[in-house]
């Protein structure tokens, strides 16, 4: 029974959170590995193509890898997602004297989102603008005429990681205080925890921001395999068998910001899988069309 | 059921700690209300809840369902003995630097610490001690009075005081050093020991800095480091064990250097060498004090850590055998500064002195060698053994 996970290194802990990781699979009998890649996109096709067993993806990756699998006929199995990935929810925040009071007063404004790729600042977010009736264009585009138009500024850091690198997201926080008046933005986009995050740490003070506009509730990250195993479903086992009390997991749960692991769910993932068709980001198929997206 | 009112107070401005505080008093399961009139108070709530292990109930008034995995980082943890008693037997390398008593997360890692053993280090006066030690610390600056008008000492006199100032910063400086190492290797459970042997070190600097300065106020050069006398503090530095090497340096040699400061003290020709050695000597009373203490309390929890002691005063001896021992400069500096002048009569009052101060010398040795628990005729063959380099 061996099995070999693929896991994108976003930040130097991911190599220490599965080194850990292996050791106590490896202690619990499971002949386990893992890989890191510096991107979602060649991890997806990867776990397609069978080159790996499980990918811990995001929920961009998901899609993808549901859409390609889908269209080539290769089976994937949901193993398990962390307790923090249950029920997320982005928001469209504005500076508290803002004279916009409704989504619909964003029309010919500018919204800072994160990177090209995150579902969390960009993505979603987006999709919420369109829902209400408004019709966000890149910047490029040029200034947007009378109507529904809404100017996205994008904050592209660390594209590739679908989102998890935060960097984007907080400098669209910021941009909403920038001292430039050419470098302010009237509203900027962010999921529920960086909202308090960015509270605490101050880089939005307490009682700066109105929040203007929120998503549904859906759900993030998600562990998938390709087909089934006897190795597969002794993974799965294992995780979700992971203690917090247990004083040798518990820094590696603390580091990869989970309690424990759930059993999977696909049902959170609606509302993404509309933002990707809204926004050309993936095809039907699974083929990566979004425009100047190179990981 | 149980509820909290946060009025404005957001959770990005510290109104987790009311939540958190309210939840602390839950069962998993069990459910608390919360309410308050920051605008953001459910997005935030939420947002709390799941990163901190609860289930967030949106419907109606905001709720938290506190989850079973939160309290359970306390699950095996324990007490890092116990704050006001005394020291566990052995303490635990799990418990690293956490304080004596405190409730201490499992994980992280183990200290290595080389002592961690209570009859290995310990001895029942090291607190008082060490509340002593913090009460009669002293600042060099203002201690001495530096300041004092010179008395003329003649050249000779003052030749052999700063021969022997600067044999005292050598000594000084080797007893700085041991503390310092033992302390590095001591389990921080044993506190008082590792207070204690940090004050002793800082004794040490201040003796130091006193000697230093007292051979430097003539304004001439300091004088000479005999290689056996070197050789007879690198033995104290080898010793590799806690108890062997407290006992060769404290009981042994800083009890001998009681007496070799209060002659010092008795014969200075000047008012600055009496205060600076007598200072000195106050310190190092405490430092034998605990030197002596814990051998003794090592010794009556297994009699034969004697055999052990006695073995590492003959195989000390044994290596210094070849050498000189002490610097002959140094002996003949303790004659002339009791003798106060080269005159033949005043020569044979000084040499009588220094026979008369290493008598007394032994008589402390045996003395405390008694109080560890050596039979007399043995404390008698130890004292001898004693290193002639007196530290
Ligand atoms: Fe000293
Ligand atoms: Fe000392």
């Known amino acids: 029974m061996n099995v070999l996970l693929g896991a994108v290194a976003y930040d130097q802990k991911v190599v220490t959170i599965w080194n850990g990781f292996r050791t106590w699979l490896r202690a619990c009998g499971l002949d386990f590995d893992y890989v890191l890649y510096s991107n979602y996109e060649r991890q997806v096709e990867d776990l397609v193509n069978g080159r790996?067993?499980?990918?811990?993806?995001?929920?961009?990756?998901?899609?993808?890898?549901?859409?390609?699998?889908?269209?080539?006929?290769?089976?994937?199995?949901?193993l398990t997602m962390r307790d923090t990935d249950c029920d997320l929810r982005s928001v469209i925040v504005v500076r508290s004297d803002s004279a916009v009071r409704?989504?619909?007063?964003?029309?010919?404004r500018i919204v800072a989102t994160g990177a090209v790729d995150s579902p969390q600042a960009t993505l979603l977010p987006l999709s919420l603008l369109r829902s209400l009736g408004l019709s966000p264009g890149p910047e490029a585009?040029?200034?947007?005429g009378p109507g529904a138009g809404v100017t996205v500024r994008r904050f592209d850091v660390g594209v590739g990681l679908h989102g998890d690198h935060i960097g984007g997201e907080r400098d669209a926080a910021r941009a909403l205080f920038a001292a430039d008046p050419a470098g302010r933005v009237d509203a900027a986009c962010m999921v529920d925890s960086n909202l308090l995050l960015f509270g605490r740490e101050g880089t939005l003070p307490a009682g700066s921001v109105r929040v203007l506009a929120q998503t549904p509730l859906y759900d993030h990250c998600t562990m998938t395999a390709h087909g089934a195993s006897p190795g597969i479903a002794r993974l799965g086992e294992l995780l979700l068998g992971m203690d917090y009390a247990d004083a040798a997991l518990r820094p590696l749960l603390d580091l990869e910001g989970l309690k424990e692991w759930r059993?999977?769910?696909?049902?959170?993932?609606?509302?993404l899988e509309r933002a990707v068709d809204e926004a050309g980001f993936y095809d039907a198929d699974g083929e990566v069309t979004a425009a100047g997206y190179r990981p | 059921m149980a509820a909290v009112d946060l009025a404005d107070l957001g959770l990005d401005e510290g109104g987790h700690l009311l939540v958190a505080r309210a939840v602390a008093a839950l069962a998993p399961g069990e459910r608390l209300t919360v309410t308050g009139r920051h605008p953001a108070l459910r997005l935030h709530l939420a947002a709390w809840c799941r990163a901190s292990g609860h289930q967030f109930a949106g419907d109606g008034t905001p709720a938290v369902v506190k989850g079973g995995a939160a309290d359970r980082r306390w699950a095996g943890a324990a007490r890092a003995g116990d704050a006001?008693?005394?020291?566990?037997?052995?303490a635990d390398q799990r418990w690293g630097l956490a304080a004596r008593g405190a409730l201490v997360e499992a994980g992280g890692p183990p200290l290595g610490a080389h002592w961690s053993q209570r009859e290995h280090v310990w001895a029942d006066i090291a607190p008082q001690l060490y509340a002593a030690a913090a009460a009669s610390q002293w600042d060099p600056a203002t201690a001495v009075d530096w300041a004092a008008p010179a008395v003329a000492v003649p050249a000779d006199i003052e030749r052999a005081v700063v021969q022997l100032m600067t044999y005292l910063v050598e000594n000084e400086q080797a007893a700085l050093v041991i503390p310092a190492r033992l302390l590095s290797q001591l389990h921080p459970h044993y506190r008082e020991v590792m207070q204690l042997l940090a004050s002793q070190a800082a004794d040490e600097a201040r003796h130091v800095e006193v000697f230093t300065r007292r051979a430097l106020a003539s304004g001439g050069p300091l004088g000479t480091s005999s290689a056996?006398?070197?050789?007879?503090?690198?033995t104290l530095l080898d010793e590799p064990d806690f108890t062997t090497a407290s006992f060769?340096?404290?009981?042994?040699?800083?009890?001998?250097?009681?007496d070799l400061l209060r002659f010092i003290a008795d014969h200075a020709p000047d008012r600055v060498t009496a205060d600076v050695t007598t200072l000195a000597a106050?310190?190092?009373?405490r430092h034998v004090a605990f030197g002596v203490s814990h051998a003794a309390h090592l010794a009556a929890c297994d009699r034969s850590y004697l055999g052990t002691l006695r073995q590492a005063v003959e195989r000390r001896h044994a290596a210094l055998q070849d050498t000189a021992g002490l610097n002959a400069e140094v002996f003949d500096s303790l004659v002339l500064l009791a003798a106060g002048s080269w005159a033949p009569a005043a020569i044979r009052h000084g040499w009588q002195a220094v026979r008369d101060l290493r008598a007394r010398m032994d008589e402390g040795r045996r003395r405390r060698l008694a109080y560890i628990g050596f039979p007399d005729d043995e404390a008698t063959e130890l004292s001898a053994l004693h290193t002639r380099n007196f530290m």
């Not at chain 1, 790996?52 to 199995?77: E, K, Y």
């Not at chain 1, 585009?141 to 947007?144: I, L, M, V």
């Not at chain 1, 059993?263 to 509302?271: C, D, H, I, K, M």
């Not at chain 2, 106050?282 to 009373?285: I, L």
């Open chain 2, 282 to 285: 106050r310190d190092e009373a």
């Open chain 1, 263 to 271: 059993p999977p769910r696909l049902s959170g993932y609606a509302p």
């Open chain 2, 84 to 90: 006001a008693g005394p020291p566990e037997a052995r």
């Open chain 1, 141 to 144: 585009a040029g200034p947007c």
């Open chain 1, 52 to 78: 790996i067993d499980v990918a811990w993806n995001s929920p961009l990756a998901w899609v993808r890898a549901r859409r390609l699998a889908a269209r080539r006929g290769v089976p994937l199995t949901p």
């Open chain 1, 102 to 108: 409704s989504a619909s007063d964003l029309a010919g």
């Open chain 2, 248 to 258: 060769l340096l404290s009981v042994l040699g800083e009890g001998t250097f009681l």
């Open chain 2, 228 to 234: 056996g006398g070197r050789a007879s503090l690198q």
